[in-house]
């Protein structure tokens, strides 16, 4: 029906925003520049005006909502990448490992690939921001143990919308 359609796609517009901004969040961290509420390294609105143009380019030739990703975005930080060339780079570089090596890289194990995104994920960890969120209030910590659960468990995107709708429904409750 229209009604399912549009809320699916409500869903990927707003889970895609939701997981671009903060990977672009991630990558400013990483990159340890300054972000304070004047001035940030990363622009969202232009951050969510370019996702909304290359998802428009991407649906003309029957591709996918384009999102940023934690997992990539740091892969091109800890790489030294420092401006937004390097995106472009990585892109043009995975379009010929697709165009030119596929039949190569079909044959990389699956278990290969969980290893270099466990490293990934080791590296983006920060424990003393764990430590800090423990030592937190006790609804900070449900929202940040349900959210972490749930975006290993289930799906980065799901695990973002547990922790808010989490959030919303525990504050509500005060």
């Known amino acids: 029906s229209p009604f399912s359609f549009a809320y699916a796609a ?9 997981e671009s901004l903060l990977s672009a969040r991630v990558a400013d961290g990483m990159a340890r520049k300054e972000i304070d509420h004047e001035q940030r390294a990363h622009d969202p609105k232009k951050e969510l005006m370019g996702q909304g143009l290359a998802t428009i380019a991407s649906a003309c030739v029957g591709g996918l ?18 401006t937004r060339l390097a995106a472009i780079v990585h892109a043009l570089f995975l379009l010929a490992v697709v165009l030119f090596l596929a039949p190569i890289v079909s044959l990389i ?3 290969a690939l969980a290893g270099v995104l466990i490293g990934t994920s080791l590296r983006i960890a920060n424990p003393q921001s764990v ?8 609804k900070f ?11 290993v ?5 799901w695990g973002v919308a547990i922790g808010i709708l989490l959030e919303k429904i525990l504050n509500k409750a005060r």
């Open 153 to 157: 468990f289930i799906d980065l995107m």
């Open 65 to 82: 909502p384009a999102t940023g990703a934690i997992a990539r975005t740091s892969v091109n930080v800890h790489s030294g990448a420092r």
């Open 109 to 111: 194990p699956t278990a």
């Open 141 to 151: 910590r449900i929202v940040y143990v349900v959210t972490a659960l749930a975006v």
């Open 131 to 138: 430590k800090e969120a423990l030592q937190s209030t006790y």
């Open 10 to 18: 409500i869903a990927i517009a707003l889970l895609g925003a939701i």
